[in-house]
């Protein structure tokens, strides 16, 4: 059995581009993340402890964001996902990563896996 904690279209500023006129001004960027944890003991539990907090995680996740600056997708990714994988239990991570502005089809962006 997988079972996984997701977060979806988490829409947050930074500054990101390979060219200087595009990191002058936040960017909006829309993150997707997926975690894969065992969530059986939280299910008969019902508590918050043996679970992953969401919460925390989108706030850990939007701290990074929002006060880095980055010139590729791939680079924001990655430290989304090393954030995640801190989290304990947390087994493998997906991230999808992609600006606003191409958000709209055809949307381009950046998907990446991470095991712990």
Do not use: H, W
Request: hydrophobic share 40%.
């Amino acid at each position: 059995m997988v079972d996984r904690i997701f977060i979806e279209n988490l829409r947050l500023k930074c500054k990101v581009g390979t060219q200087d006129e595009e990191r002058r001004v936040s960017q909006e960027i829309l993150v997707d993340v997926s975690l894969t944890v065992g969530l059986g003991r939280a299910g008969a539990s019902d508590n918050l402890d043996d679970t992953i907090d969401y919460r925390d995680t989108i706030e850990r996740i939007s701290q990074f964001v929002t006060g880095g600056e980055f010139q590729l997708l791939e680079s924001l990714a990655e430290g989304i996902a090393a954030i995640a994988l801190k989290s304990a239990g947390v087994e493998r991570v997906t991230v999808q990563v992609r600006k606003a502005k191409y958000s709209n089809e055809p949307s381009i962006g950046i998907e990446i896996e991470r095991n712990r």
